[in-house]
């Protein structure tokens, strides 16, 4: 029996995030693409809520990302996180582990990345992060406003992702590109990022009690002069 008026519960994701939106606990949205919040646009994750990235590399590869003057608003709970992962883990809302995908498979996916305003060493004022392609404008990171707010992100997990998106290049798992210190990033989970698992570039946020499990590369790594604290946190390395 089929009942129309049955909510969907899994909502594809096919273009850039343009107005206020909330992503709602009790669905998994899928990331068909690399889809960026723009400039002045506010996302809300509910806590509980799932987002899973198709496959895709090179510039096809999936990710989301948070421009310059947007703000990510994904306040999950201990008892119910928002959960980044892939396609392919069977993973639904109300569950917590995955009931299919082993705790080492990575590249499945690309990532999150959260750029802002915040000041940066580089040749320039503004540049463009690694892994956006230079075509997309939404890809710039770096400014002069050290307290800038990119939102709260707290009780977030982000698993098997940092597909290949060229010769040796990867999509970290949480990428902070320029990252002001008005924002806020507390319990924080990395598992099995083909790259990096958490990368700043810059920036002046400071991160607060998070875990890194099975990096193919660092678990924690900084360049372009980070001016910020990473206070208690975890590194398990792949056995």
Do not use: C
Request: charged share 15%; glycine share 16%; no cysteine.
């Amino acid at each position: 029996v089929l009942n129309v008026n049955e909510e969907e519960t899994i909502i594809p994701v096919t273009g850039n995030i343009t107005g206020n939106t909330t992503w709602e606990t009790g669905k998994v949205y899928t990331l068909e693409s690399r889809i960026s919040v723009v400039s002045g646009v506010t996302l809300i994750i509910e806590p509980g809520v799932i987002i899973k990235g198709q496959a895709g590399t090179g510039a096809n590869a999936t990710a989301l990302l948070i421009a310059r003057g947007a703000k990510l608003m994904a306040e999950g709970t201990a008892d119910a996180p928002i959960i980044f992962t892939s396609v392919a883990d069977e993973i639904m809302p109300g569950e917590i582990a995955s009931p299919n995908l082993d705790n080492t498979l990575n590249g499945l996916w690309g990532g999150l990345l959260i750029l802002g305003n915040a000041p940066i060493s580089a040749d320039a004022s503004s540049v463009q992060i690694e892994g956006i392609p230079a075509s997309d404008p939404n890809g710039l990171f770096g400014g002069n406003d050290p307290a800038d707010n990119s939102g709260v992100i707290r009780y977030v997990s982000i698993r098997h992702g940092g597909t290949n998106i060229g010769e040796g290049n990867e999509i970290n798992g949480l990428t902070l590109g320029g990252v002001g210190a008005g924002t806020i990033i507390e319990h924080i989970g990395i598992v099995a990022n083909q790259d990096d698992g958490i990368e700043w570039f810059g920036g002046t946020v400071s991160v607060k009690n998070a875990i890194v499990w099975n990096a193919g590369d660092d678990a924690i790594d900084t360049d372009m002069s980070w001016d910020g604290i990473l206070d208690n946190f975890v590194v398990i390395s792949p056995g």
